[in-house]
């Protein structure tokens, strides 16, 4: 309330402003008219006696100044003044205002926009009740060597009954035929526990949910579709609860539709929109039977029960660990080492995208900064050529602290018309910055300029105001009005102390913008050995088209259901689609055979069984796999270094075979041949029965998962003998990439018409996906540093030029009294290399420092790289040559006597 009062009395006072004034401006004349007629009667004459009296008093406005703060009522006043003096300034100098305000709305929009993608993902909690209680249930063997293998069935259930969560959930799922329409459709399903709507705590906007009281070994025959689903294959009816889908020739009545905005808060699924969801118990077909080795559900969640924290749950499910470890020793072996981490969802989706993030927050922050010196520069100079008119302000009567409040309005007016600027440049490209973001990157809450984001412009905004402006206003404030008098004459725009802090203003500068490209130099370099390493493949004019066969949950319906059943599919595809224009191969493999084009590794976390030796237990056994037909290796060019590849005769009641890469051969069999030797490998759609496979062939390594990771073993199965389901039909030929999707089709659909055909695209475009996050960090950074160079350029350039300007007198004197030009040219280069070369022995020192903090984006580069610190260093000094070339020439052609007549 006294708050309310205090701005009410303000307002009264502003509104009575004039009269106030023309009260104050009587009294002090009254004071001066008073102390005349003392005067007076000392024997003063009347006229001189009010001189005296006027003289004493001093400044009306100053009176007038010390009555407004004596009554409180000074601020607004004199912030109106200041507010509109200061649009008086900026438009005396509107092409100094135009740069500075493109310099501010340039740095604030690229700060914003960086921004609000951090905020999406890293500042804003996962859109759940009680996020915080989320969690990811993530089993490692780490004697093995292997991380995050998934979990079973029966520890799935351990879990449950353990007293530490309220739900744990299973996440699996894929991809699903919906049949029924006028074409098959491929959608995205979940296979989740009846728990899992409850354990995120969300309810549908129609119908109801699946709830742990719908528990059933296998599927309870219902689904929950999304709301795009529900639009898109059902026009939004909102009768649409009951009415029936066919998946993978399985029949489900929907029960529910979830919220626009639901999204499944999963890394497997969060670059795939989950249209359909199915619950189930994960304990009858088509599951395979619950063995406690066999953990083939990928991911597991759970919500804490109510009051426990992370640590204390992660010290009972430590417990728990060490007490399965010893009831079940064949399952759990010692040298395996199984243990469980509690790790916070959130961290979980992110991984290592939060670091990259951060690091791009802070590249944009750095040329948001860079650009503030450069305008603290600016605004530096022309505060000293406003020297003269600080001084006579101050000899008037103007106080210190209105001097920099002044000046530090006039930075607040022109940081606040630079971030208005930059979020309308924001606004107008948020477009562009959508299509920028990889795909990869986690949407956990869609990315938008909200409140938050307009809360934070406004801030940096005003940090932007304070950092430029206070170089100009802390000179204004120390600068004595006697000696601003004396020293600014017509040869002076600005003390020594102004000019120290210019120079070290673009020190600073140069400094942050080395720190900047030093990054960037280290991502192109990175970046640009994996564009240059070979994959190990050949993607030119290569492409490949999915596919799915039905897994109906009753098995005997299943007219896929044995590799003698579908193999004759397989050929009968891969003949038809050799018949297609300018195909000029075909083969088929599953989705793990497609070269970095699948989500998560297809990894098979067991120990691998050789046998003709024992593995040695410090050989990590974790072995990715591949199904494929004996077309493959010949289309992607893999070449075959030993032994035969798969063919025609290798079939479901042959001797079953495999083939394994290079990598496999030098991990598993330094010393001796793999041909011929026999390795255990799961059947297909029973992880818990292993059978021997002979090894056939040995072929290249082809880097299927990384680009940056040529060293994965990997065996590949024939497909005539497994029964591959995901299918990847690979084509290569002189073909148009849009028709071969379509002509596909047709073939596959001429066999069996409910069978969609889905997710083209080109080996090269899988190529180029699989570096999204690295280019989009390549690419942001780059474009900052750039940014940085040319702003430390025009500073660099700015100062000099202004120190040439201000020793015009010298050099002319020095001109006059013999010096040569070169000494001249020399004496002005030196003054700005000295600049460089103190900002890079900084930027230097601070890249060491940055570099570390991002070695795992970096490949086969160090983190000190002297090639990059070298280069980018050489280009800076480089630039600041440039820089300095222009003003140290102009020095050399300063004419003495015109010099010396204006000094």
């Known amino acids: 309330m006294k708050l309310l009062a205090y701005f009410r009395s303000l307002g009264a006072r502003f509104l009575r402003r004039a009269r106030a004034d023309k009260e104050m401006e009587e009294e002090g004349q009254l004071h001066i008219q008073l102390r005349a007629t003392d005067l007076e009667r000392c024997g003063m004459a009347r006229s001189e006696a009010e001189r005296q009296a006027r003289i004493e008093f001093g400044s009306q406005e100053q009176f007038k100044t010390e009555c407004r703060e004596a009554m409180g009522g000074n601020f607004l006043d004199t912030l109106i003044q200041d507010v509109r003096f200061g649009f008086r300034i900026l438009t005396k100098s509107r092409g100094l205002t135009a740069v500075i305000v493109l310099t501010i709305a340039i740095g604030v929009g690229a700060t914003t926009a960086i921004f609000s993608v951090v905020d999406a993902t890293l500042l804003h909690s996962l859109p759940f009740p009680n996020a915080g209680q989320l969690l990811q249930v993530v089993e490692d063997l780490p004697g093995l060597g292997a991380k995050d293998v998934g979990i079973s069935i029966p520890e799935w259930k351990d879990f449950e009954s353990s007293g530490i969560f309220e739900y744990v959930a299973l996440i699996g799922g894929g991809d699903v035929n919906l049949t029924g329409?006028?074409?098959?459709?491929?959608?995205?399903?979940?296979?989740?526990?009846?728990?899992?709507?409850?354990?995120?705590?969300?309810?549908?906007?129609l119908g109801r949910a699946f709830g742990p009281q719908d528990k059933t070994p296998g599927f309870t025959g219902e689904a929950v579709i999304s709301d795009r689903l529900w639009k898109e294959s059902f026009g939004g009816d909102s009768q649409v609860v009951g009415k029936n889908l066919r998946l993978d020739n399985d029949l489900y009545h929907v029960i529910g539709v979830m919220p626009p905005g639901f999204r499944d808060p999963l890394r497997t699924v969060q670059q795939r929109n989950t249209q359909i969801w199915l619950a189930s118990g994960f304990s009858a077909p088509p599951a395979p039977p619950p063995v406690r080795n066999s953990r083939f559900i990928p991911e597991a969640?759970?919500?804490?029960?109510?009051?426990?924290?992370?640590?204390?749950?992660q010290s009972r499910i430590d417990a728990l660990v060490a007490a399965l470890r010893k009831q079940f020793p064949d399952d759990y072996p010692a040298e395996a080492g199984w243990s469980v981490r509690l790790v916070p969802l959130k961290k979980s989706i992110m991984g290592n995208v939060s670091e990259s993030l951060i690091l791009l927050f802070g590249a944009v922050g750095l040329v948001l900064l860079i650009g503030c010196v450069n305008v603290a520069n600016l605004l530096l100079a022309r505060a000293s050529t406003r020297g003269r008119e600080m001084a006579i302000r101050r000899a008037l009567g103007g106080s210190r602290n209105r001097l920099v409040r002044q000046l530090a309005t006039e930075s607040l007016l022109l940081s606040l018309i630079g971030g208005t600027a930059g979020l309308a440049i924001l606004f107008a490209t948020k477009g562009l910055l959508l299509r920028v973001i990889p795909e990869s990157l986690p949407e956990l809450n869609p990315v938008s300029i909200s409140w938050r984001v307009l809360a934070f412009a406004l801030l940096v905004s005003v940090i932007s105001g304070l950092i430029f402006g206070v170089a100009p206003a802390w000179q204004a404030g120390r600068s004595d009005a006697v000696d601003a008098l004396k020293s600014e004459g017509r040869t002076s725009n600005g003390s020594k102390g102004q000019a120290r802090t210019r120079r070290l203003l673009v020190i600073s500068e140069f400094a942050f913008a080395l720190v900047l490209m030093i990054v960037a130099g280290l991502l192109l370099r990175s970046f640009w050995d994996l564009l240059n390493v070979s994959p190990g493949f050949n993607p030119d004019k290569a492409m490949v088209v999915r596919t799915w066969l039905p897994v109906p949950n009753d098995p005997s319906t299943d007219i896929y259901g044995s590799p003698d059943m579908e193999a004759p599919l397989l050929r009968e595809i891969l003949r038809r689609v050799k018949t297609l224009p300018a195909i000029e191969e075909a083969a088929v493999g599953n989705i793990a055979a497609i070269p970095l084009g699948h989500n998560r590794n297809n990894l098979n976390f067991y120990p691998l069984v050789c046998e003709s030796q024992e593995v040695p237990k410090d050989r990590a056994p974790l072995v990715n796999s591949a199904v494929v037909t004996p077309e493959y290796f010949r289309l992607l060019q893999i070449p075959l270094q030993r032994g035969r590849s798969f063919s025609e005769a290798d079939k479901e009641k042959t001797p079953a075979v495999v083939m394994i890469n290079e990598a496999m051969a030098r991990t598993y069999w330094p010393n001796a041949n793999p041909i011929g030797d026999r390795i255990k490998v799961p059947v297909a759609g029973n992880p818990s029965s292993i059978v021997w496979n002979t090894i056939i062939g040995v072929v290249g390594n082809a880097r299927t998962e990384s680009l940056a990771d040529s060293g994965t073993p990997q065996f590949y199965l024939c497909a005539y003998q497994r029964r591959p389901r995901d299918l990847a039909i690979f084509v290569r030929g002189r073909?148009?990439?849009?028709?071969?999707?379509?002509?596909?089709?047709?073939?596959v659909q001429s066999i069996n018409r409910e069978l969609p055909v889905f997710g083209a695209q080109t080996l090269d475009q899988a190529l180029s996906q699989s570096l999204s996050e690295r280019r989009f960090s390549m690419e942001i950074a780059g474009l900052f540093g750039m940014t940085a160079l040319v702003l430390a350029g025009i500073g660099i350039y700015g100062v000099t030029a202004y120190m040439v300007s201000e020793r015009k007198h010298e050099i002319g004197v020095r001109i006059a009294l013999g010096a040569e030009k070169t000494n001249i040219f020399g004496m002005v280069l030196r003054q700005g290399l000295r600049m460089a070369l103190s900002g890079a022995a900084m930027g230097i020192a601070g890249g060491l420092l940055v570099s570390r903090l991002m070695t795992h984006l970096l490949y086969k580069v160090r983190p000190t790289d002297p090639v990059t610190f070298g280069a980018v260093t050489l280009l800076f000094i480089g630039v600041a040559v440039v820089a300095c070339y222009l003003p140290a020439l102009r020095a050399t052609k300063v004419d003495p006597m015109i010099a010396l007549r204006d000094s």
């Open 301 to 313: 969640i759970a919500r804490l029960k109510p009051g426990m924290t992370i640590a204390t749950a």
């Open 735 to 747: 073909f148009n990439p849009a028709s071969i999707p379509i002509a596909v089709r047709e073939q």
């Open 181 to 205: 329409a006028s074409q098959p459709v491929r959608v995205v399903f979940a296979n989740v526990p009846p728990n899992y709507f409850a354990l995120l705590g969300v309810n549908p906007q």
